[in-house]
Structure formats: structure tokens, C-alpha cells
């Protein structure tokens, strides 16, 4: 199929590729993506880039060119394009008709490490939001002293009403089960405390939203900050601002920890040979905590699978990435969320001042 137009066979998963998106790229995304197949043998690509610089990184590859249609686009989305620009500039690039492609049907889902903001508005644009959801969030991953926490928003939306948060639940909810396999996810709204009487009126609505509705899951109320890599519950919804400065705060503390520990094991004779004896340990708080095992974030909400890679990571947290979409795909994420909104009632979704008007 390299280089050519052939339909995607329907028993297959096809994910379309932005090619040219990530500090790195295309040498990463392409390099992911013959991980990414090793993993998954039923799954084919189409890959969207620049051509001369695209077909030699594949033919490089053993047996991936029969897996992969290049699709020559011949602009790419740069890291600083404003996205209100680029929705109306960008339709030749690669992120634009790698999107496009799950739009027609082509693929199933797509994978970019390119510009957050650019592939959410783009995304937004083009795959539409599924009905009944008023806003998409972002949602991913990451460890905790229990297994693994979702999180959302993490970007999306700064500001967010009762609706908004109760939705991200839902959504939350359903990439528990689909990505993690929690049988019975439990949820919680994060908070300044777990008390009812604090918070802002966009929480406490929310919460008494969510303790009225017959969801799926298990909603157990307001969860602090420590709450989260404790992995007191399942899926942590808030909104947006507060969700990205969580993470990256989480991201940066990670990074601080590890330089300790480098640090520490080379500042003596002894404490290199004590780091010999415990290397093995060591490997394994290594891969426990490595980023790349939790790379792909999920735009939930919108009629298509989209997944948003790292942009600093390497091919193997790009093939994980790859791993998010063909698992939400595999295991009809989005029908699942759409039955689970559809299953409500709209007049409950309102916020209260909303309801009496």
C-alpha cells in the first residue's frame, strides 16, 4: 500500500498519522509507528507528510511499507502557529488531512505530536462534537501508588460550569474502562477540600449533579490535590487551567525526583558501589515512572477518535500513543461515551441559575 490510494480493508484499524508533528518528527512518528505494528499486527496506517523527507525513514523500516500509505501533504503545522490562524491557513498540512481522513471515513483515529492547541481546534472544526457534549476535554494517564489515575480537563476548557464538569465525568468514566479496563470506575471532582461546604458554585453544583444522576461508575464526592498520586479514586474530572497545572506540576516534581537520585548515587565512592548493588531496583522505579508508558492524551467528545502525543517524546512513547487510539477504537470508546449522554436528561444537565430561568 506505500505510496498508493487503496481503501482501507473494514476488518482492519487504520490510524492516520501526522507525519510531520513533535520536536522530532518525522523520524519518531515513523519509528513509533513500526513499534506500534509490531504490537498491533491488524492495525495500517496512512501517513501524512512531506514525501521526500517521509518514504526514506519507512523504507528503512523492515516490512513497514506494506502496512503504510504515504499521503504527500506538502505544509506542517509549526509549534508556535497561533490555532485561529492555522484553521483557516492549514488545510495542506499534515495534521489538517491526517484529521480529515477520519472525518471521510478513511481512518479510524488519528495521532499527532504536533501543536496542542492547532490539532484541538482543528479537530474541533473538522470531526465535530459528538452530540449532547457542550464541551471536548482532554484526558490521559499516569501512575499511581495504586495502578492508574485519569485525569480531565487538562487544557481545553479554563473555565468550566456544572455541566461541563459532569460531562468530563461521564467522559472520564468511559476512558477508565476502555484504556485502563476498570470494571467500575470510581470518580472525583478535585477540590480545596473534601468538605461539602467548599469549593466554588460550578463544583458544588456538579457534585449534587452528579450524586442525583444515574451514571455509570461510582461518584465518591471532592479529592485533594495529594488525593491524586495516592490514586484515591479512579478518574479526577476538574477543569481545565487547574487540570494542566496539575499535571505539569506532577511532570515537574517527577523530574526533580530523579535529578535527587542521580545526584545523590554520584557523590561519593560509596554511593556508587550501593547504586551497583541496586541497579535491578532502580531499573524497575525507572520503568514504573517512565513517561512514556502514559503518552497519549484523548480529545473526548468529538466524533472521532483523536489522540495528542507528547511532542518531546520518542518512538516508543509514540507507538503508546498509537496503543490510546487503537485501544479507544478497538473497544468503541465514543459509542459507549454517545450511549451514556444519550441515556440523560438534558434539563438536568443545565445549571441551576439556567433551570429557574
Given amino acids: 500500500m506505500f505510496g498508493g490510494g487503496a481503501d482501507r480493508l473494514s476488518d482492519q484499524i487504520t490510524i492516520a498519522l501526522d507525519a510531520m508533528g513533535g520536536d522530532d518528527a518525522p523520524q519518531i512518528v515513523v519509528a513509533g509507528a513500526n513499534i ?41 503545522v509549526e509549534a508556535d502557529d497561533k490555532p485561529s490562524q492555522i484553521v483557516r491557513s492549514g488545510h495542506e498540512t499534515s495534521m489538517w488531512k491526517a484529521i480529515e481522513a477520519v472525518k471521510k471515513g478513511e481512518a479510524d483515529g488519528i495521532v499527532s505530536a504536533g501543536n496542542t492547541g492547532a490539532l484541538l481546534a482543528m479537530a474541533m472544526l473538522i470531526l465535530r462534537r459528538l452530540e449532547g457534549i457542550d464541551r471536548p476535554a482532554i484526558a490521559s494517564f499516569f501512575p499511581t501508588l495504586r495502578g ?16 461541563n464538569l459532569v460531562e468530563f465525568a461521564i467522559m472520564g468514566e468511559v476512558f477508565a474502562r476502555t484504556i485502563l479496563g476498570i470494571t467500575n470506575p470510581t470518580i472525583g471532582l478535585l477540590n480545596v477540600g473534601e468538605e461539602e461546604t467548599k469549593g466554588n458554585d460550578a463544583l458544588k453544583d456538579a457534585a449534587n449533579l452528579l450524586r442525583e444522576l444515574d451514571l455509570p461508575g461510582e461518584f465518591v464526592g471532592f479529592v485533594e490535590g495529594d488525593d491524586i498520586p495516592a490514586g484515591a479514586v479512579d478518574v479526577v474530572v476538574t477543569d481545565g487551567f487547574t487540570g494542566n497545572v496539575a499535571l505539569k506540576t506532577a511532570e515537574g516534581t517527577a523530574k526533580l525526583i530523579n535529578a535527587f537520585v542521580r545526584e545523590t ?19 524497575k522505579l525507572r520503568s514504573r515512572s517512565d513517561p512514556r508508558r502514559y503518552n497519549g492524551a484523548v480529545f473526548l467528545g468529538l466524533n472521532g477518535v483523536c489522540v495528542k502525543s507528547h511532542g518531546g517524546t520518542d518512538a516508543v512513547g509514540f507507538a503508546t500513543a498509537i496503543g490510546v487510539a487503537i485501544d479507544m477504537i478497538k473497544y468503541d470508546g465514543n459509542a459507549l461515551l454517545k450511549s451514556n449522554i444519550e441515556r440523560l436528561d438534558p434539563d438536568m444537565l443545565r445549571p441551576r441559575a439556567a433551570a429557574a430561568s
Avoid at 492508574?148 to 455541566?163: K, Y
Avoid at 557523590?267 to 531499573?283: E, L, P, Q, T
Fill in 36 to 76: 506500534a505494528r509490531r504490537r498491533n499486527p491488524d492495525v495500517k496506517f496512512l501517513l501524512y507528510g512531506n514525501e521526500e523527507d517521509v518514504a526514506p525513514l519507512v523504507a528503512r523500516q523492515r516490512g513497514l511499507d506494506e502496512l503504510v500509505e504515504l499521503r504527500h501533504a506538502p505544509e506542517k
Fill in 148 to 163: 492508574e489515575t485519569v485525569m480531565l480537563d487538562l487544557g481545553a476548557n479554563i473555565r468550566c460550569d456544572a455541566r
Fill in 265 to 283: 548515587f554520584r557523590n561519593s565512592f560509596w554511593a556508587k558501589i550501593g547504586y551497583v548493588f541496586a541497579k535491578r531496583s532502580f531499573d
